[in-house]
C-alpha cells in the first residue's frame, strides 16, 4: 500500500494490480486507492474467490479471462470433468457473479482487441503496428523491455516466429 501512495504521490493517476499479489496486500493497495481517490483495474489474485466481487474495491477487472480462470479454480479440472461441465458450472455462476459485479460498479474488459491482434501481429505486423497507437500503449510492452520479456516491435515480438505462416498452416 505504501507503494501505491508513493506512485500516486509521483503523479499516476491510476494503480493497476497483479494476480500474483496476496490477499493482504491487495486489499492494502485498494483501501490506498480509494482513500485518495484514485481508480484501479487489474488482475484477481490467484487466492481470490469469486464471492469476494461482492466486496471488492477493484473499479475496473483488466481482462475478462480473470473471471475464467477465477471459474475453473473454483470447478477444478476440465480434463477429469469435460468441456460441457465447465459450461454449465459457468452458467449456475453467471447470475451471482454478474450481480455481485453490477453492486459495486466494476467495469470488465473483454480485452478482445488485444486477442485479435495476436492474428495481425502473425500475419501483418508492420499493418498491425501502423494501425496501432503506440504512444498510448505502455513503452516497456511495446519494445519488450517490461518483466514480459516480450514486445509488439519486430526485434522482441514474440509472434515473429510464425510470421510467413499463412493462416492454413498457422
Known sequence: AEDARCFIADGYDGIKLYGFLNMESYRAILDAAEELNVPTVGHLPDAMPLSELRTTKLGEIGHLEELVKALLNEFGSIDEKGGDAF??????????????????????????????????????????????????????????????????????????QLAGSTPEER
Do not use: C, H, M
Not at 92 to 107: F, G, K, M, T, Y
Not at 119 to 147: H, K, M, W
Open 87 to 160: 459450461l454449465q458450472f459457468v452458467e449456475s455462476r453467471a447470475d451471482e457473479i454478474a450481480a455481485d459485479l453490477a453492486a459495486n460498479d466494476v467495469v470488465v474488459q473483454t480485452t478482445l482487441r488485444f486477442s485479435e491482434s495476436f492474428a495481425e501481429q502473425v500475419f501483418d505486423l508492420q499493418g498491425a503496428l501502423a494501425r496501432t497507437p503506440l504512444e498510448y500503449a505502455n513503452p516497456g510492452i511495446v519494445e519488450g523491455t517490461s518483466t514480459l520479456g516480450f514486445g509488439w516491435l519486430p526485434d522482441n515480438n514474440k509472434f515473429a
